[in-house]
């Protein structure tokens, strides 16, 4: 059983599967409420659990190659607090205590963020929110995982993915990639599986983050099933 998970969640895991009759483009109710019930039924297994938080579903990129890259990213980050935002009320409904932090000071919508503080949150069973990436640009909120399971001493990081976990190739353009089941984050680095980016594997590798494990979330279920120990996706580690 783990002790403390970082669980990288995109933002498309709230979103709406499709765009038809959706009420939103950004977020889907239902699906809000899900992420929520199975986060505070991690919770309800004595894990301490730290969410980083995507904003995919919000903003993903530049409008063009023309538009300022810093500016861009900032407006990612932005989305990330709107997203834990949405997950925080989902889990307060649900009656779990969850605390938002966001990597740069907005007090009046969350606390801004220092390890001491969310680690003290976590102690006494709060979910804690990890919005803002980085806090600077040019990361992405696999970095920011990365970084928040070395800062907090996380046992693991849970990276979810829309397949099976880390594979030799881009199985949806290979119909021959082969399943990886267990790779160390140098082999990643070396190979260049990209799962996750280059720069949260080399953090995860000199920080000791004892494990990155990758599997499926289009069953959010599948959360559950690996902090029970089940030996789902890929386990990459030291």
Known sequence: MYKRIILKLSGETLAPETLEGAKSPTFDALRVEEVARVIAELAGMGVQVGVVMGGGNIWRGRFSEEMNAVNADQMGMLATVINALAVEDALCRLGQKATVFTAQEMNRFARLYTAKA?????????????????????????????????????????????????????????????????????????????????????????????????????????????????????????
């Open 118 to 238: 969310a680690i003290e949150c976590m102690e006494n069973g709060e979910i804690v929110l990890l919005a803002g990436g980085t806090g600077n640009p040019f990361f992405t909120t696999d970095t920011g995982a990365a970084l928040r399971a070395a800062e907090l001493k996380a046992d693991a990081v849970f990276k979810g993915t829309t397949v099976e976990g880390v594979y030799d190739s881009d199985p949806r353009k290979n119909p021959d990639a082969q399943l990886i089941r267990d790779i160390s984050y140098r082999e990643a680095v070396t190979r260049g599986l990209r799962v996750m980016d280059l720069t949260a594997f080399m953090l995860c590798m000199e920080q000791k983050v004892p494990v990155v494990r990758v599997f499926s979330m289009e069953n959010l279920g599948n959360i559950l099933r690996v902090a029970a120990g089940e030996d789902l996706g890929t386990t990459v580690h030291e």
